[in-house]
């Protein structure tokens, strides 16, 4: 598993691998919805924390036909299939990579993104936190979208409406802990329900993406 | 009798084909009395006037909108567990039903919204939850139509479905706490001491139970379609295959 997941991060960060496009997709995000709105910096502080998240969201969801559908057109999946470590590990392990090097770098980015849009000083904090804690659970959903998806040539349209839906939760209870943040109230309360769904997920996902896999690989 | 009987397409088609045209014309003959009774012969209601009347479409189609799902989901649990056939293809002919009563719920709400909320739409969290149950739909039916092979398309749908009203549950609960709503509460729980009054309650009920009727029936059709389809692209293989041997 250990292996699979520098595999996958290696492959992601080498040339065309589309390590920093995520990025790169974030900060247009940030930079066009000022250009929809209006530079009136009231209302960008006001809808700041949701515009990131909204961002974050996106741009996560940019890369997630990468997790499977390489190895599925290569024949890597099958081999890792039967391969003696557990389908579920192999979610997980790509589900991992896949935070690694589009969530870290998202919630490590979103401060200066947060500045742009001219967010509360003390939303910073409860922005990155708040990332940091949500990412895995958008990266292990898609994991389990884009295992869905696999078997179906240009699925990428599918793969966001099947996968849009269910970050629904996540979205609202991490963007509810910025914006609490930036008002100077308790965060705990969204917090806690989204460190609970992250878990939940990660706990839960792999065995319904794994289910998946072995049935499009059957 | 039990409903592995039915996990044979044959048995299912001879058993539900005598039923759907009763189905139908029980269904439409309690929707007809239920409609009359509830738009010409029950008051206006003292605050709402006339526009209360919209209620006899409303609710019902916003209870199958969600039953519909709860039906699939079954549907979906029966195919996954034991492979029942029928089972997946009731759940692939219910998600058409369950969007169209969706959006019959969203359209209906928008119409009664609009002269006693002052508007068509808010973001109230029962409306952005079917909102979201309608793209759980469409999710639904994309896939479905995505995979060629029948069997793998059950298969991943089901999974789908399953993981969808996980989902749906936690977006349902994720709504009531972002936003304060427009929308009254339940008025028709079995177990509330406070309900709609009888003369609102009796028509609606009956339009209740048609609209549940009306969909049993258009569900058995349905899926006997899906069976009959399935039946064709089977024999249209079997010619084929033979004429390649000759």
Request: proline share 5%; charged share 10%.
């Amino acid at each position: 598993m250990k292996a699979l997941f520098w595999r996958d991060i290696r492959l992601a960060v080498r040339a065309g691998g589309g390590f920093g496009l995520a990025l790169a997709f974030f900060l247009i995000v940030v930079i066009l919805v000022p250009f929809g709105v209006g530079p009136e910096r009231a209302v960008l502080t006001r809808i700041a924390p949701g515009i990131v998240w909204v961002a974050a969201l996106l741009a996560c969801l940019l890369s997630l036909d990468r997790i499977f559908a390489l190895d599925h057109e290569d024949g890597t999946l099958p081999l890792l299939a039967t391969a003696p470590i557990p389908l579920e590990g192999v979610v997980l392990a790509k589900a991992a990579a896949h935070w690694v090097v589009t969530g870290v770098p998202l919630t490590l980015a979103a401060p200066v993104f947060g500045f742009l849009l001219n967010m509360e000083a003390g939303a910073y904090l409860w922005l990155v936190i708040s990332l940091a804690i949500g990412t895995p659970a958008l990266s292990m959903i898609g994991a389990f979208g884009a295992a869905l998806t696999i078997g179906i040539k240009r699925g990428g349209l599918l793969l966001s409406l099947l996968v849009l839906p269910l970050y629904v939760p996540v979205l609202v209870f991490g963007a509810d802990a910025v914006r609490r943040g930036a008002e100077g109230l308790s965060v705990a309360t969204p917090l806690m329900i989204l460190a609970a769904i992250t878990m939940g997920v990660l706990a839960a996902m792999p065995f319904a993406a794994a289910a998946v896999l072995r049935i499009n690989l059957r | 009798m039990s409903i592995w009987e039915y996990a044979n397409p044959k048995k299912f088609t001879a058993t539900v084909t005598p039923i759907i045209p009763w189905a139908f014309a029980i269904g439409l003959g309690a929707l007809a009395v239920g409609l009359i009774w509830g738009f010409f012969f029950t008051p206006d209601d003292y605050r709402q006037g006339s526009t209360v009347k919209i209620i006899y479409l409303h609710v019902p189609s916003a209870f199958l909108a969600i039953n519909a799902w709860a039906m699939m989901l079954v549907a979906s649990l029966i195919w996954i567990i034991r492979r029942h056939h029928v089972s997946a293809l009731a759940a692939k002919a219910a998600a058409p039903v369950g969007v169209t009563m969706t959006l019959i719920a969203l359209a209906t709400g928008a119409i009664w919204g609009q002269p006693m909320w002052g508007t068509w739409w808010a973001w109230d969290p029962r409306l952005t939850s079917f909102l979201i149950l309608f793209l759980f739909y469409l999710g639904y039916i994309a896939l479905w139509e995505a995979i060629p092979d029948p069997d793998t398309a059950a298969d991943l749908t089901s999974i789908l479905c399953i993981v969808g009203s996980i989902f749906a549950f936690l977006s349902r609960y994720a709504a009531n706490y972002w936003a304060q709503g427009l929308h009254q509460r339940a008025s028709l729980s079995l177990d509330a001491e406070e309900n709609v009054a009888d003369v609102f309650w009796q028509p609606l009920v009956l339009c209740m139970v048609a609209f549940t009727i009306l969909f049993l029936a258009l569900i058995l059709l349905r899926t006997r379609t899906e069976i009959a389809k399935r039946r064709i692209a089977a024999l249209e293989l079997r010619a084929r295959r033979s004429e390649v041997r000759i």
